[in-house]
């Protein structure tokens, strides 16, 4: 197998893992968007607090979108390779590079707009915590989500035990906080063992999460800059079959 031969196996084999995950992309946003009992259809129901949350909690929209990028790459990528068609390879190189530039962009908004985005999480976090002091231990499907959501993460709350205070569960259980916000879940969890066990064994779910990402970052950059490198080489490829083709044309 000659050089040409390689780049063409390589450019379909990494494409089809890019059509398949973009398959899979989009199918969970169509489920997202078609289920409204998913998480993210229950986290919409907080959207209404502003514009600017409603577009950041509109997942399903998102995931259909970059399903469908991703969908039509890995083709332009896997067909443009094999039937060495010049004109869907320039496409693909044309696309990645659109997203390239887009994902630099949007580094850049992150960072030049950073309190932006940290008065868009406060105004998440406000709208979580008013939920849950209406509808926890009341509604089943708030109830659920927070229930599941403090299991997984062993965490309590969006911020703090404090958030369930006057809870429907909080009134209902004689002033008891959920057994996730105390040290051991049989334990009686009332606002003094809570307390006790607040921000040192038992965190906030936003707070443990924010953690975890703070340190990880070294990882979440290595991957960003890891896909960053493989768009690169991507267009790179492509270019270099569009001029291997042009010159067997010509």
């Not at 995931?63 to 068609?85: H, K, M, P, Q, T």
């Not at 970052?217 to 001029?243: D, F, P, Q, R, T």
Request: proline share 2%; charged share 10%.
């Amino acid at each position: 197998m000659g050089c040409f031969g390689f780049l063409k196996l390589m450019m379909f084999a990494f494409n089809g893992i890019i059509f398949l995950a973009g398959a899979a992309i989009l199918g969970v946003g169509i489920w997202v968007k078609v289920d409204s009992g998913s998480i993210f259809g229950l986290l919409q129901k907080f959207g209404d607090s502003s514009s600017g949350l409603s577009q950041v909690l509109n997942v399903g929209y998102l995931l259909i979108a970059v399903g469908a990028v991703l969908l039509i790459i890995g083709f332009l990528g896997c067909c443009g390779a094999i039937r060495e068609s010049r004109c869907m390879l320039l496409l693909f190189f044309v696309i990645v590079l659109v997203v390239f530039i887009a994902e630099v962009a949007g580094a850049v908004v992150i960072l030049v707009f950073k309190p932006l985005a940290e008065d868009l999480i406060n105004q998440l976090g406000t709208k979580a915590v008013e939920s849950i002091k209406k509808d926890f231990g009341e509604n089943s499907d708030v109830t659920g989500l927070w229930n599941t959501t403090m299991n997984v993460l062993q965490c309590c709350g969006f911020y703090n035990y404090t958030d369930f205070t006057k809870s429907p569960y909080y009134t209902n259980n004689m002033n008891q906080y959920p057994p996730q916000c105390c040290e051991t879940m049989n334990s009686t969890c009332n606002a003094t063992a809570a307390a006790n066990v607040s921000n040192t064994i038992v965190h906030g779910c936003f707070p443990k999460v924010k953690k975890l990402i703070d340190d990880n970052v070294v990882v979440i950059a290595a991957v960003a800059l890891g896909i960053a490198v493989l768009e690169i080489c991507a267009m790179a490829v492509s270019m270099s079959l569009y001029c291997k083709i042009g010159s067997k044309i010509h």
